[in-house]
């Protein structure tokens, strides 16, 4: 089960994802932090050039149903790219095995 969240405080907006899955009859989580799929500083940045903006789609790889895949565009400084990162399912949690946590989702959510 995944559940979005969207929050809002000074100005950072976030959008992230948790998952959950049933477990030996209990609800657990899957991810020990939430994955962020979208941040946006621009309700707290003065100066327009320096707003990012990073959105993100994510799926389960049909081929390796165990790999999260998070697709990333960011928006920052004039220019765009796209990056992709991958947790992968180990045991009961998900874990990051390719790519990172990009600095500017860090930046564009406040942290």
């Not at 789609?57 to 920052?76: G, Q, R, S």
Request: hydrophobic fraction near 45%; glycine fraction near 10%.
């Amino acid at each position: 089960m995944a559940i979005e969240s969207v929050g809002t405080f000074q100005g950072y907006t976030s959008t992230v994802v948790d998952f959950y899955a049933f477990h030996a009859g209990r609800l657990i989580g899957l991810n020990p932090t939430s994955i962020v799929l979208a941040a946006n500083n621009s309700g707290a940045e003065t100066d327009p050039s320096k707003a990012i903006e990073a959105t993100a789609t994510w799926f389960f790889d049909p081929a390796d149903k165990t790999a999260l895949v998070v697709d990333y565009k960011i928006e920052a400084h004039g220019a765009s790219r796209v990056e992709r990162a991958i947790w992968r399912l180990k045991g009961t949690s998900l874990v990051l095995s390719r790519g990172h946590v990009l600095p500017e989702i860090s930046a564009a959510s406040g942290g």
